[in-house]
């Protein structure tokens, strides 16, 4: 069965004249952790929205078809879209503290979950939830506001908020970025941990190209609006095929491994006003020729790599290692 499914998704904004989904196509399958990367403006976070139709209203949808299990979530009445959003899906912001309702102490925050979900609201099982979360003094942490508490502390009430729902799905929006070294480790492993024991799908949005590769099992690259490349986690930045994974794979990967914005390739990332006509990072490629820039390029099989020239540039890679 699959997890997610997302054929030929386009998003515009066209009020701003953007176009931030091109033809968009994912698999993900149900159970499995997907890490979305790609440069800044290409498309993860109104990708991740779409998915719980939590777009912005200024947006569009002209076409695409987006599946989570067996919902065809666009097409859902209002009153199965709520069903849906509560019983099935999760989501960690970038931004923990944020994500948390200022107002209102955490103990309270986390017995409103609780009660939407039918579920025990006693102290005791608050507690539990943020022991299971390696928090401690949980009972001096019910009576805290969220901004008594720290970034790395905030993240893991968020997680354990989430999840305490069992939910399906769980999209990660870049959950770490704001934390510091030690505690985004330890926050990754938790929410991973979580999620493999209730068998929970991740979605992990990330610039963290080494973190990506020691957590998931697979990696969606994006590059203005499309899945350029999508694999084994382990093989796609070791092996990467799509001349813009080389090109990411290639970049300094210790400003990556700091959890850092992406960089290291010249130029930038294109502002598509509307359906790219050729490949999109045919103008900052290395291995572009003329026809680059007018035929659109399809998925390939070799990890659906988006490239006319995937075979050839592979056959190449292929000669190299046995010369
Ligand atoms: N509400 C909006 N109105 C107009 N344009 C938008 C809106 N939201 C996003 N965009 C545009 O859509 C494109 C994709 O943005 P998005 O936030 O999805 O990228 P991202 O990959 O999440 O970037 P980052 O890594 O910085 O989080 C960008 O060009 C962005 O400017
Ligand atoms: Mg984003």
Same mark, same amino acid.
Request: aromatic share 4%; glycine share 8%; proline share 6%.
């Given at each position: 069965?699959?997890?997610?499914?997302?054929?030929?998704?386009?998003?515009?904004?066209?009020?701003?004249?953007?176009?931030?989904?091109?033809?968009?196509?994912?698999?993900?399958?149900?159970?499995?952790?997907?890490?979305?990367?790609?440069?800044?403006?290409?498309?993860?976070?109104?990708?991740?929205?779409?998915?719980?139709?939590?777009?912005?209203?200024?947006?569009?949808?002209?076409?695409?078809?987006?599946?989570?299990?067996?919902?065809?979530?666009?097409?859902?009445?209002?009153?199965?879209?709520?069903?849906?959003?509560?019983?099935?899906?999760?989501?960690?912001?970038?931004?923990?503290?944020?994500?948390?309702?200022?107002?209102?102490?955490?103990?309270?925050?986390?017995?409103?979950?609780?009660?939407?979900?039918?579920?025990?609201?006693?102290?005791?099982?608050?507690?539990?939830?943020?022991?299971?979360?390696?928090?401690?003094?949980?009972?001096?942490?019910?009576?805290?506001?969220?901004?008594?508490?720290?970034?790395?502390?905030?993240?893991?009430?968020?997680?354990?908020?989430?999840?305490?729902?069992?939910?399906?799905?769980?999209?990660?929006?870049?959950? +770490?970025?704001? $934390?510091? @070294?030690?505690? *985004? /480790? #330890? &926050?990754?492993?938790?929410?991973?941990?979580?999620?493999?024991?209730?068998?929970?799908?991740?979605?992990?949005?990330?610039?963290?190209?080494?973190?990506?590769?020691?957590?998931?099992?697979?990696?969606?690259?994006?590059?203005?609006?499309?899945?350029?490349?999508?694999?084994?986690?382990?093989?796609?930045?070791?092996?990467?095929?799509?001349?813009?994974?080389?090109?990411?794979?290639?970049?300094?990967?210790?400003?990556?491994?700091?959890?850092?914005?992406?960089?290291?390739?010249?130029?930038?990332?294109?502002?598509?006003?509307?359906?790219?006509?050729?490949?999109?990072?045919?103008?900052?490629?290395?291995?572009?020729?003329?026809?680059?820039?007018?035929?659109?390029?399809?998925?390939?099989?070799?990890?659906?790599?988006?490239?006319?020239? +995937?075979?050839? $540039?592979? @056959?190449?890679? *292929? /000669? #190299? &290692?046995?010369?």
């Amino acid at each position: 069965m699959t997890g997610v499914s997302i054929r030929d998704l386009v998003l515009e904004f066209p009020a701003a004249s953007v176009r931030a989904l091109d033809g968009l196509d994912l698999e993900v399958a149900e159970g499995s952790s997907m890490a979305i990367v790609g440069e800044s403006g290409s498309g993860k976070s109104t990708l991740a929205s779409v998915i719980g139709r939590l777009q912005p209203d200024s947006a569009h949808i002209p076409r695409g078809r987006v599946l989570v299990g067996e919902q065809d979530v666009l097409a859902l009445s209002s009153n199965d879209l709520r069903v849906f959003r509560r019983e099935r899906l999760a989501y960690i912001a970038q931004d923990p503290i944020g994500s948390l309702d200022p107002t209102m102490r955490i103990g309270r925050q986390l017995q409103l979950v609780l009660r939407t979900i039918g579920d025990d609201t006693s102290t005791a099982r608050q507690t539990g939830l943020l022991e299971g979360m390696q928090i401690a003094h949980p009972e001096r942490v019910l009576r805290l506001f969220p901004h008594q508490i720290s970034g790395g502390m905030a993240q893991r009430v968020a997680i354990a908020m989430a999840m305490c729902r069992r939910p399906r799905l769980l999209i990660a929006d870049e959950p +770490t970025a704001a $934390l510091d @070294a030690q505690v *985004r /480790e #330890e &926050v990754i492993r938790l929410m991973f941990e979580q999620a493999r024991h209730l068998g929970t799908t991740i979605l992990w949005l990330s610039h963290d190209l080494t973190a990506v590769s020691r957590w998931c099992d697979e990696v969606a690259v994006m590059y203005a609006g499309r899945v350029v490349e999508r694999g084994p986690a382990g093989s796609v930045f070791d092996t990467p095929v799509h001349p813009y994974t080389r090109a990411l794979a290639h970049a300094d990967p210790s400003r990556a491994a700091r959890g850092e914005r992406l960089a290291g390739i010249p130029g930038t990332p294109p502002l598509l006003h509307g359906e790219s006509l050729g490949c999109a990072f045919a103008p900052r490629c290395a291995f572009a020729l003329d026809e680059c820039h007018a035929i659109r390029p399809e998925p390939s099989s070799i990890r659906h790599s988006l490239c006319i020239r +995937t075979d050839e $540039l592979v @056959a190449n890679d *292929r /000669e #190299e &290692v046995s010369a």
